[in-house]
């Protein structure tokens, strides 16, 4: 947690991990994604990943310009 630069990791998605690093200045994401072992099994098996970074990882996108599209007035979807 004292490293000098960005990083960004991703594990499973457990208590345990999300207590190792439930620390100020780290963010967390949660996702799902697909088991490719199990894929041979049950089709569209999935597990929980989380992604942990001591920095916003969506910070470009929200600095990129946004294209508005058909249904959007004033930048907010109606």
């Known amino acids: ?3 000098d630069g960005k990083f960004l990791l991703s ?3 457990c208590e345990f991990i999300r207590g190792l690093y439930d620390a100020p200045g780290i ?4 996702f799902t994604r697909i088991n490719n072992i199990k894929q041979r099994y049950a089709n569209g098996a999935q597990f929980p990943e989380i ?3 001591n920095y916003d990882p969506w910070e470009r996108s ?4 946004q294209q508005l599209n058909l249904f959007q007035i004033g930048g907010m979807e109606d």
């Open 11 to 13: 594990y499973n998605d």
């Open 27 to 30: 963010q967390t994401e949660a």
């Open 62 to 65: 929200r600095a990129e310009p």
């Open 1 to 3: 947690l004292r490293i």
């Open 51 to 53: 992604l942990i970074a």
